[in-house]
């Protein structure tokens, strides 16, 4: 048995177009990740991370290839309870991906009335106590998500995914609709929890920043294929790929006047 908590091996996402031809979405995708450990994936729109980020959480059925967690392959009939709780996923959009009819206390409690066989009391310690690991106050649990902003909206969102306890979340581009600001505080947010609870991220984004701030590795993905990937330090300070290079040189750098 090895030493990584999730492991990817030949990953392939093949669609069938209306014409009859085959695309290949996702070609031939492996990787692996630690515990504890944030991997960032990062590229264009259209090269593929949010479809193996669906495939490795059971969103998306993989054409062909192995995801393994703990040792264990999943099979293509599908996935047990037990093993959807392992993996949770946390969404782009915060407003839309709740429910608008449901409370916040009935939103987090939906996957701990899932997974665990807890009575009304034990479920309502365990949301209050959700809220606080994210920054929320008790008084939200009676609140709809239209009356949260987007940062609420995302805490909410990734408390629901904590309450599965899971091993490993699926991160996709969970800032990209929050401005600067609450990027900040929602990716701070992240790695307290991280540092609390030992879970793994597999972090999908557009913004290199984004993924410099919180990965441990990268892998950079251009038109369904992995480019390159290696630890982080080493993709953003030495990249070895053109296509990495001209991703890392597109970042914006901002002249700051010189102090007098």
Known sequence: MSGFLLEIAGLNKVYRTRGGADF??????SFQLGAGETLGIVGESGSGKTTVAKMVAGMLPATSGRIA???KAFGKSGRSRADKKKIQYIFQDPVSSLNPRLKVRDLIA??????????PGEIDKRVDALLADVGLPRDYRSRYPKELSGGQCQRVGIARALAAEPSIIVCDEPTSALDMTIQSQILELLKQLQLQK???YLFIAHGLEVIYSISH???VMKDGEIVEQGDTRSIFHRPRHGYTQSLIGAIPRIPFPAFE
């Open 69 to 71: 967690l703990g040792g």
């Open 217 to 219: 590795r990268v892998l």
């Open 198 to 200: 030992g879970v793994s």
């Open 24 to 29: 290949a979405a996702v070609r031939d995708v």
């Open 110 to 119: 939906e996957p701990l009335k899932l997974y665990f066989k807890l009575p």
